[in-house]
């Protein structure tokens, strides 16, 4: 309508100039070609002119705004269709429907660009709406069990089956102390990952780092009688804050205890790698099948179902790891051949 109005206003406006100043610029021709006003049959000729301009233009006019809006519907259906298939899609993506996706509508790179981000954006909220799912029923299913304990032994009490003794005591304290270090662990998680988490970053050399992380999990290694070995062959160091990567080396110590038998070893490797600084913890334990190692940081996954959850940990360790890697600029991964030949998690950090 907005085009159809502008092309009959530029048409009328061109009508009114052509029968204004048209006869006069005729007029002045001929009498440059010698035919004046007492010439016999010049006013014929002019009037001649104006007729057939006054006719001729506004059909010449006329058939150029139908052409012109004939163009501009076509590619105004294109766009409008093109529109109403985005405005539907984000319409279903409001609705919860994260597989909806809309095809490029052919009207050029823009629109291509407008295409392939509204897809990544659908797919990406569909990532996001899943994880937090799995998070929410992981959740639950991780505060089941020690609050069905605390449940059970109130009610034991009330009844007069138990007594607050101190095994009573001991179990409702680890069960509040699984709850609290959940709460703590997930806090962790989402400080890091919103980037919110205070890094007090300092020179720090990788052999104090090494020797402080397996001092603190000396006595742990002990009791199970698996042995504890540390192997650094650089002293280029690094920025790092000594407090957050001691959590790191100690989540994949203790990760790397609850995976290795009895009798087994695990060692801490340092090395320097071209621009970066790499930890490496290696044990020779249960092992990782290769299905699960693209998921062993997601939080609360476990590569085996069946594993009780007092052995277990809290299933957000390796997650609260890689986030803290992360923030410091590194990165992590894991590898492993395959179960029963042992898992390797490597920690690499830029040089200062």
Known sequence: MAQALVLVAMALTAWLVASAVGPGIFH???????VGHGAAGSGHIEQAFTSSMLLALPVALLTAIALALAVTWYFSRRLQRSIARVVDSAAEV?????????????????????AGTFNALAERLGAVESTRRRMLADLAHEMRTPLATLNAHFEALEDGVRELDEDTFAVLRSSTGRLERLAQDIGAVSRAE????????????????????????????????VTLRGDVSTDLPVLVDPARMGQVLGNLLDNALRH???????TVFCRNLERWVEFEVRD???????????????????????????RGGSGIGLTITKALVEAHGGGIFARSAGPGQGAAFTVRLPLS
Not at 28 to 34: C, E, F, P, R, Y
Not at 98 to 106: D, H, L, T, V
Not at 260 to 266: E, H, I, L
């Open 28 to 34: 002045d021709h001929l009498v440059q070609a010698g």
């Open 94 to 114: 409001a609705a919860g429907d994260y597989s909806s996706r809309i095809s490029s509508p052919g009207l050029g790179s823009e629109f291509d660009r407008l």
């Open 194 to 225: 919103e980037g919110s988490l205070e890094i007090h970053r300092e020179l720090t050399g990788p052999r104090q780092l090494v020797e402080a992380a397996c001092r603190a999990a000396a006595d742990r290694y002990h009791d199970k009688g």
């Open 260 to 266: 290795t038998p009895q009798g087994g070893s695990v």
């Open 284 to 310: 020779t334990g249960e092992g990782i099948a290769p299905e699960h190692l693209d998921h062993i940081f997601d939080r609360f996954y476990r590569a085996d179902p069946a594993r009780s959850r007092p």
